[in-house]
């Protein structure tokens, strides 16, 4: 009777804590929202009020559409967001697989060396990375955005999915060996169906820090033709104005893929994060 009441309260508290956490979370979003369907007036007379048919305005929506290029700034973001999660994927699972399945010499040092890119920030190599975009050509391209997410987000994306493919049965690999399956054919038919969780887990830790990051697109395509939503947000922050009502409906609208892919992968995600080993 004691077990069962101490298993009860360990699931409230646990439930409790979780849903305490997502309110925190989820506030400062809820605030963007809310406050990017107001005037400029109401936004600091009450932040935390719903928007009244006194309060409500779509001033800053028209601004953003009409003054800054969002689209542009969307589709940019959007091109570099899915072209750096295509090769972490892609390229993060062939490397997965190759570690887990492969007994070589320096498999354990390699593995190691890849971690290593957990640990060490990339924006330590700015300047030479920089450097090498000068020598390249890829400065103000799109391009150069891709190739530096693609080398950030690969190491976690190793770590996570070598985990995994541990955990594929052998029998089964051996089985499409023998049925006259090359490696390739292994590795995309039968070992990637089952490592989906934790190719969405990956997407979504990579995903977010590519889509709000501010840093590499001002250094190396601050051009307008290739500015990343994040980025081109920034023109609506002046040094003496900012245009609030344009800021908070930017941000607002940048959440929305986000919040598209969580809950496209969501059931994908938890059974990542939950499981973490394939049944």
Known sequence: MNAARQNRFNTVAAHGALILYTLIALFPVFVIVINSFKTRKAIFREPLALPNADSFSLIGYETVLKQGDFFLYFQNSMIVTVGSLFLILLFGAMAAFALAE??????????????????????????????MMVQTGLVNTLWALILVYTAQGLPLAVFILSEFMRQVSDDLKNAGR??????????????LPLVRPAMATVAVFNMIPIWNDLWFPLILAPAEEVKTLTLGSQVFIGQFVTDWNAVLSALSLAILPVMALYVIFSRQLIRGITSGAVK
């Open 178 to 191: 023998i049925d006259g399956l090359s490696e390739y054919r292994i590795f995309f038919r039968l070992v």
């Open 102 to 131: 492969y007994r070589f010499k320096g498999n354990l040092v390699m593995g190691l060396y890849l971690a290593l890119g957990i640990m060490i920030p990339i924006r330590i190599g700015t300047v030479a990375i920089l450097e």
